[in-house]
Nanobody, 131 residues
Framework: QVHLVESGGRLVQAGGSLRLSCAAS?????????????MGWFRQAPGKERELVAAMNWNGLNTYHADSVKGRFTISRDNVKNTMYLQMNSLKPEDTAVYYC???????????????????WGQGTQVTVSS
């Protein structure tokens, strides 16, 4: 079974930076490990639906960033450390949310963008940006 643990969330002032980490262990039901699986970062603010922030394919060569974070956030991964990262710069109050990492388990070329495609989720880490 896959186990995903996010860390790095905290209270930060607007304009500041944070780096979130997602440590992965275990394998999917079909036997896939982190190093051969597409991954994504999502966020959910109070009263809002969960939304995709950034995603990347299994080797990190192809990435997707939502328009709302493009140029400010960067998704990356270290397949040796089984860890995914989200570098967040120029944070805004509207970035306040619980951030989740998720694993799709596929080894495709393109990042996976649909929430329903992700089978494994972490417990989330709170990011609060004060104005």
């Amino acid at each position: 079974q896959v186990h995903l643990v996010e860390s790095g969330g905290r209270l930060v002032q607007a304009g500041g930076s944070l780096r979130l980490s997602c440590a992965a262990s275990g394998r999917t039901a079909s036997g896939r490990a982190f190093s051969v699986s597409a991954m994504g970062w999502f966020r959910q603010a109070p009263g809002k639906e969960r939304e995709l922030v950034a995603a990347m394919n299994w080797n990190g060569l192809n990435t997707y960033h939502a328009d709302s974070v493009k140029g400010r956030f960067t998704i990356s991964r270290d397949n040796v450390k089984n860890t995914m990262y989200l570098q967040m710069n120029s944070l805004k109050p509207e970035d306040t949310a619980v951030y989740y990492c998720a694993m799709d388990g596929s080894q495709g070329i393109t990042p996976v963008q649909a929430v329903v495609e992700y089978d494994y989720w972490g417990q989330g880490t709170q990011v609060t940006v004060s104005s």
